[in-house]
Structures are given as C-alpha cells and as structure tokens.
C-alpha cells in the first residue's frame, strides 16, 4: 500500500477554517479550535497556513508514550491515538517540535491527526485546493523537505503583504 | 498448523472463542462483545488484578479475567454463574466500603443486589486501593507513589506518608483514577499536597507544564504547542519570528 499524505499548499488557503470545523465535529459533533487536529496559524503580517501533523518518520511522541496510545500503522505510516490506553501525561505534547500534539481535558485524551483512516475530512472540505490527500512514494523526511521548499517558493514569489 | 500453534480455543458463557494465544480472558470476552465488569483495568497499563470485580469461573475455580492468559484449549468460562455473582457482590460490597458515594460502585450494589458493609465504614474514604494511579505514575516515567501497608491501613502515598517528592505534577494518576479520589488543580497545579510551579511559554507567556515534567520529557525550556507552530511556520515561509494573531486560543 502506497503511503498518503496531507498535502499543504499555502498559497491556495483562504482562511475559511472549514478544515478546523470539519475536523473538530468528527470527535466532538461541534466546532471549537482546541477540538480540531488541524490547525491554522494566521501571521500578523498577512496570510495563513493549515498545520498537522507531519507523521514524521522517527517521531519523538510515539518514542515517549509507554502506554500504547500512540501507534504507528505500519500500512499506512499513520500515527494514531488510543484514548482508551491514554493515561494523559502529556509527555507526547511536550515532545512534539511542531506543536501538532495538543492534550483536551474535556476528552481526557490526546488530539491528533490520524488522517482519519484514510478519508481525511479536512481535505474534503477544503474548498481551494490548499489541502490535497495524495500518493506519497517519497519518505517523510523527503516529503518534509519538498514541503518546506514549497512554502519557500510561495514565500518568495507571492511574499506576505 | 500455524493455526494450531498460536490460537487457543475455548468458550465463553458457551459461546466459542478463537484467539492469539497468550489473550487475556477479559479480552476474549471482549472481542465476543461480552461484558465484564472491571475498576482496576486499564488498556494502556499492565494489569494488576487488584480490584477483583471482573472474577470469573474456570474450571471450579475463580480467577481475575484481566490477568489471565489463555494458554490451553477447551477452557470453558463462564461470567454469570452463580459463584461469580455471589463473589462479585462480596467484592462491590468490599470496595462500597471504601469508597460508599461513588456513582459507578452504587450502580453496581444495585446491579448484583448489595450494599456497603457497616463494619468497615471507617476505611470510607474514597481509594479503592487498586493501584492504578501507581501503574500510570510508573508508565509515564516517575515512581512517586506506592500503595503502602497491610489490610485496611494500606493506601497510596509518597515514601514516608509525606507529599511525593518525585512528583513531577504532571495529573496522570489522577486521570486514571476511578473515584476521582485525587484532589488536583490544574491551574493552578497542584496534586498530592503539592504545590507546582508553571513555566510560561517564552513567546506569549501562557502556562506550558511544570519545570519537572518538562524535563522529565527532556526538554527544558519550550514555546507552547501553538507558538511552536507560529514558529515553524514562519520559519519555513521565511518570515521573521512575530508576535500573531490566532483565532481562538488553543
Ligand atoms: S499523554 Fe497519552 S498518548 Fe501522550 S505519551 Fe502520555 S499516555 Fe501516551
Ligand atoms: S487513588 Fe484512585 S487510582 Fe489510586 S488506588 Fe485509590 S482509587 Fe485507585
Ligand atoms: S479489573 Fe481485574 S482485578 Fe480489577
């Protein structure tokens, strides 16, 4: 099986925060931010970016947590949570260096992006293209790289205002 | 055959089950959607069988389902016999004794037709003394309580029935917790008698966790999970580190 990937393209995103809300209402039936596994981050100085999780190669959540709340599916490369099995020490937050782990204490659980088994939401409601759900042959770190070289591109090619 | 060395089969309240060998009995019952009740069970940690609600009958004898690893074929369990029902009531009726309000357990006297015993009214404080806030401590990296001492005198505390002087302040035992025995606040933190300290995050100042469960995950001294993504963001759109604007606080 051919491992997918969240693809972010800046340029394409128009606020609309319809990933967020499509995200948040799968577990919680509503919208609020802290719900949602997907997240914008608006710059002070013009634009925005949807940001989650990189389901990096050798991550360092899935190194800490001792429960096994967090496991990686080996089919598809997806690190999911078990909240079940999650005891909530919130060592995984404190590890993650983008910030894409967050901990809800109203769930009691931690909230991450699993690419919902494969039919990821946010990129279904995404109605400009800047989030697509496709093939990745490349590993992550490659991908990583790609995607850092793309926002680069639109950074300088279309610059914040 | 493979088949034949890694399952074991058996049956359940008479219904057949097929499963990798080495299965809790608690989880066969599961996966034939059979309920046992359990207090002391957590997914994510290593059974105990300390609680001994989830008892069932093999075999003429009674043995805790959480910990009990199909090993043989032909097992014939039952969960609803009348010796697990009579042992089951005597072990509500035990844990009702410690802990008379809680919601769960009073569903459960009412379930199997019991109450709290008198006698023992003055250990009522609320731990059942199962053990799972220990394990969660212990899972998440730190060995700050124990359940200590004999009979009714056993409970959890740090060394020395002194506040936990491991206690990295993190709330995982109080998480896991069945009662809601353990008193916490979050912010601001606070668990066991102890009080915590709470580092700002360098850029917007909003609480990140204690200095020592930081450490504890090895890192000293992070941005919050949200200006962590600020500032990678920024970084790779090569803008300069900013203050910004998020709508809604996460
Ligand atoms: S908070 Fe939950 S998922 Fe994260 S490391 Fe702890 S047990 Fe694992
Ligand atoms: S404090 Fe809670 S988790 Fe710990 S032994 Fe008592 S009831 Fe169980
Ligand atoms: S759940 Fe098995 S002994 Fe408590």
Known sequence: ?161 | MSQAITKVTGTIDGRGFSVPIGTTLLEAAKSLGLTIPTLCHHPGLPADGNCRLCLVETGGKLVASCLFPLRTDGEAILTQSPMVLEARAFTVRLLLSRAPEDPRLLELAREYGTGPDPRLADGADGCLRCGLCVRACRASGTEAIALVGRGRERKVTGPFFEPPIDCVGCLACARVCPTGFIDFSELPRSIWGRDFDLRPCPQCGRPVGTPEELRRAGVENPLCPSCRRLSYSRSLMGLPEASFSNPGER
């Not at chain 1, 020490?89 to 769930?107: D, E, H, L, M, Q």
């Not at chain 1, 995607?147 to 610059?159: D, I, M, R």
Request: proline share 6%.
């Open chain 1, 1 to 161: 099986m051919t491992h997918k990937t969240i693809q972010v393209t800046p340029s394409r995103c128009i606020g609309c925060l319809n990933c967020e809300l499509a995200c948040a209402s799968r577990d919680w039936g509503q919208y609020f931010p802290a719900g949602s596994k997907i997240n914008l981050v608006f710059f002070k100085d013009g634009g925005q970016v949807p940001v989650t999780c990189f389901q990096c190669d050798e991550a360092p959540c899935l190194k800490v947590c001792q429960t096994g709340a967090l496991a990686r599916n080996e089919l598809t490369g997806v690190i999911a949570s078990d909240p079940d099995r999650c005891v909530g020490c919130r060592t995984c937050v404190s590890v993650c260096p983008f910030g894409n782990i967050n901990y809800s204490k109203a769930g009691r659980r931690v909230e991450k992006c699993d690419q919902c088994q494969g039919q990821p939401r946010c990129a279904a409601a995404c109605p400009s293209g800047a989030l697509t759900f496709v093939d990745d042959a490349k590993l992550v770190q490659a991908r990583r790289r790609a995607y850092a070289e793309s926002l680069k591109s639109v950074a300088s090619t279309e610059g914040p205002k």
